[in-house]
């Protein structure tokens, strides 16, 4: 039974490095077939596009720092509480990564009409990353009260 | 469950549609749509041929009869897999199925068999067939206007409710969808659509100025003849 407990524990501490990383990579994708398709109909601002297909990349980044936060001895007692942080962080940057990229791919549909709208487009990705960061900043917070 | 995001690529590399009787073109040629399009897998671009092939007016000819027009509906409704492009295939169908009734009516002609057109509605056609829309104004909001037109011989109206019509439908059918199949088959039909109405207008436009230049040369039947 400790076996597995302390198993969770440590699959806690990856868990939001390598769930952030799946998100990362399936919004980035997303957001970047639609900046590819988008730099074929148009004749410029090419930059923006892939600057906006980029920014899912930030959900790897927080997961990186809760595993730091995370990183100690895994012990019978601590690892609940590492899995149930860690895993459920993780699960948070994996959705939110996934529909950054969706969001991100619409905006950069509507930009490449109309770019004026470039800026108020990317309001539902920035809306995102602000429930990424509440995520973040409490699993942050909360890890400090592990032993 | 169909990959909501398989054609983010595609989708991005269309044109936004214009309001429909604004452009006076499709947003890009039927040559650059093949191109983009050949991104499609080898199922979707045979479901997006089935649907053209039954929905697109080109591809019927003068000599195809009314048992053969039926027969392909119903090879197509069979075909498409997807629940929603069924849907838009199925109204459409329906909405040709009334257009043809108002046009029977008007040519002088008597109620159809019960199994005529699409989506059970020959019957309630039959029994109401002296009805300006055929007591379905409720379930076709459009049906009176389109009949009312059409008693009045206004063609030019006409086609643009039908086609107003239809690009709804199919946009209604579609909503939800941004980067899927059923997206990249929404527009599809919708640039078809817009293709029928500038290809309208283009004849129209030859009509006329044939019958202008008849009208200045009447006269002049002679014009090229050798002195």
């Given at each position: 039974m400790n076996e597995l407990v302390l198993a969770l524990g440590w699959l806690g501490i990856y868990s939001p490095v390598a769930l952030g990383a799946c998100g990362s990579a399936i919004g980035c994708a997303i957001a970047g077939q639609a900046a590819i398709g988008a730099m074929v109909e148009t004749e410029g601002g090419y930059g923006r596009f892939v600057g906006m297909s980029a920014l899912p990349s930030t959900m790897v980044i927080y997961g990186i720092v809760i595993m730091f936060s995370l990183n100690r001895a895994v012990t019978p007692e601590n690892a609940g509480a590492l899995f149930g942080i860690g895993f459920m962080a993780g699960i948070a940057f994996f959705v939110t990564g996934v529909w950054q990229g969706r969001a991100c791919a619409s905006a950069v549909n509507a930009a490449k009409e109309k770019p004026e709208i470039f800026g108020l487009s990317l309001a539902p990705a920035a809306i995102i990353e602000g429930f990424a960061v509440f995520a973040f900043v409490f699993a942050l917070v909360i890890s400090g009260g592990i032993q | 469950m169909a990959d909501p995001d398989a054609y983010v690529a595609l989708i991005t590399s269309l044109p936004r549609h214009e309001?429909?009787?604004?452009?006076?073109?499709p947003p890009l040629s039927r040559l650059r749509l093949e191109m983009r399009l050949k991104a499609l897998s080898v199922e979707d671009a045979a479901t997006l041929a089935t649907l053209e092939h039954c929905l697109s007016w080109p591809a019927y000819g003068l000599e195809t009869t009314e048992a053969e027009a039926f027969a392909r509906g119903r090879a197509a409704l069979d075909a498409v897999p997807q629940p929603e492009l069924r849907s838009i295939l199925r109204d459409r169908l329906q909405m040709r199925t009334l257009i043809a009734a108002l046009r029977r009516r008007k040519a002088g002609g008597g109620p159809p068999p019960a199994q005529w057109g699409f989506g059970g509605i020959a019957r309630r056609i039959a029994a109401n067939w002296q009805?300006?829309?055929f007591g379905l104004e409720r379930p076709y909001p459009w049906l009176s206007e389109a009949a009312g037109l059409l008693e009045r011989g206004d063609?030019?109206?006409f086609e643009r409710l039908v086609l107003t019509e239809s690009r709804a439908i199919t946009r209604r059918r579609a909503e939800g969808h941004y980067f899927d199949f059923i997206a990249v088959a929404a527009y599809v039909l919708i640039w078809n659509i817009h293709d029928r109405w500038a290809r309208a207008n283009a004849a129209a436009a030859?009509?006329?100025?044939?019958?202008?230049a008849?009208?200045?040369?009447?006269?002049?039947?002679d014009i090229f003849a050798e002195r």
């Open positions: - | 309001e429909l009787f604004v452009a006076k073109q009805e300006p829309a063609a030019l109206g030859a009509r006329r100025f044939h019958a202008l008849d009208a200045a040369l009447g006269a002049r039947t």
